[in-house]
């Protein structure tokens, strides 16, 4: 049995305990939030509620810090400091030398510091890696409506950094040449973001993020010989598109031209993203293997910052 402290209980933060709540190997010990409405989320009155974490933190092996990101580095140095594991939300940071900083405090305790790139744990996501080869185009679509509660992030951090994390590691390639506009909609920062990349192993992305839309729409296309495959993050389902043949029919006054494909739909298992992401990081406490991996953490956070210093000189 794990035992687990939760610091923020907001919107994250209660999806986290729900998803703790159905981990057998997971005890969770205490929260902290400052707002007492909060703890309302948490039912059991065996969890001790507070407004600092310090009242129950020398009794956990791990925390997951949910809290504003500008809190993150502050309270996850602490932890980590006093031997804590930490499973935190991304961004683990707004600069890259804190978060070089928070990495070497962890391989020094010997700890785990895993970031929330939940996606990473989508079933869909697990699959896809299987069929990807050598893909020449990649395009995502993230985008849904504005919550004030992201609004001191910009989309890029707030949304974009999923599907960079996604597609840094399916690429595998250096960056040749990067391009990014933004547009601030429904706040200060911004709001809309579409960002190209092309990789010096040939491959181009086109990623478009959005938190002023009127809908919420989650997919991935990838184009690549002899297939075009659709990925839905939210429904967790794959399609793979196969052209089979064309033909062109002369008619009166017309011509008509006819494209045949087949369509495959990928058996994927689907289970709770969230609740396997905690799942991984218990398992790397209990087993002390994979406790941090700078390297891919490091990729997609160094280029989110990158991409939003651009748009706020746009600004």
């Known amino acids: 049995m794990v035992k687990i402290g939760i610091i923020g209980l907001g919107k994250m933060g209660g999806y986290h305990a729900n998803a703790c709540s159905i981990i057998p190997q997971i005890k969770l010990i205490g929260i902290s939030d400052p707002c007492e409405d909060n703890w309302k989320k948490i039912r059991s009155t065996k969890v001790i ?10 009794s956990v092996d791990g925390v997951i810090i949910a809290v504003p990101t500008d809190l993150h580095f502050e309270i ?4 980590l400091t006093r031997n804590k594991h930490v499973l935190i939300e991304k961004p683990l940071t707004k600069s890259i030398e804190q978060a070089k900083e928070l990495f070497e405090i962890a391989a020094k305790k010997q700890c785990a510091l895993h970031i929330g790139h939940v996606e990473r744990f989508n079933g869909a996501v697990q699959e896809l890696k299987k069929i990807i080869h050598k893909p020449y185009l990649i395009e995502s679509h993230r985008m849904g409506p504005f919550s004030p509660r992201v609004q001191n992030d910009t989309v890029i951090l707030d949304l974009m950094i999923h599907d960079l994390d996604i597609i840094l590691g399916m690429v595998n390639s250096p960056i040749k040449t990067i391009n990014v506009i933004g547009n601030a909609v429904k706040s200060k920062k911004c709001d809309i973001g579409i960002v190209q990349i092309y990789f010096k192993n040939g491959t181009a992305a086109n990623i478009v993020s959005s938190r002023a839309s009127h809908i919420k729409k989650r997919i991935m296309t990838i184009h690549q010989k002899n297939a075009f495959i659709e990925l839905n993050f939210t429904s967790q389902d794959i399609s793979i598109h196969r052209h089979s043949s064309d033909s062109v029919k002369l008619g009166h006054n017309q011509l008509k031209y006819r494209q045949e494909e087949t369509v495959d739909r990928l058996f994927v298992y689907k289970d709770n993203p969230l609740k396997l992401e905690i799942e991984h990081f218990i398992k790397s406490i209990k087993s002390g293997k994979n406790l941090i991996d700078p390297e891919q953490d490091l990729g997609a956070l160094q280029i989110a ?3 939003e210093k651009a748009v706020s000189i746009q600004g």
């Open 49 to 58: 509620k507070t407004k600092n974490y310090n009242d129950w933190i020398d």
């Open 76 to 79: 996850a140095k602490d932890c």
């Open 305 to 307: 910052l990158q991409l």
